[in-house]
Nanobody
């Protein structure tokens, strides 16, 4: 029900925009999150956005470089990634949860982002 795409190989300093398209249900009332997992590391949250488009959280290392946004009309959430660094290399996932819930209930399949030095 969540399909993440837009990953790829980019050089240091480059940009990518990830998209997370929802199908089968509307996620307009859900909090949406972007996560990433690098090889050998635990999954970490990158950022979250509320149902009305307010950004709740950015992980410290991406502040000022990444921007989360959402388009309710298309049921899509975006992660604009600028000034990419090799340490941003990971599989990126989008997820959705009900406001107030601790856990994310719906997960996308992940898209690989590789930043070369």
């Amino acid at each position: 029900q969540l399909q993440a795409c837009g990953g790829g190989l980019v050089q240091t300093g480059g940009s990518l925009r990830l998209s997370c398209a929802a199908s089968g249900r509307t996620f307009s009332s859900y909090i949406m999150g972007w996560f990433r997992q690098a090889p050998g590391k635990e999954r970490e949250i990158v950022g979250t956005i509320t149902s009305i488009g307010g950004v709740l959280y950015y992980e410290d290392s991406v502040k000022g470089r990444f921007t989360i946004s959402r388009d309710k009309a298309s049921n899509t959430v975006y992660l604009q990634m600028n000034s990419l660094k090799p340490e941003d290399t990971a599989v990126y996932y989008c997820a959705a949860k009900v406001a107030g819930s601790r856990s994310y209930h719906y997960w996308g399949q992940g898209t690989q982002v590789t930043v070369s030095s």
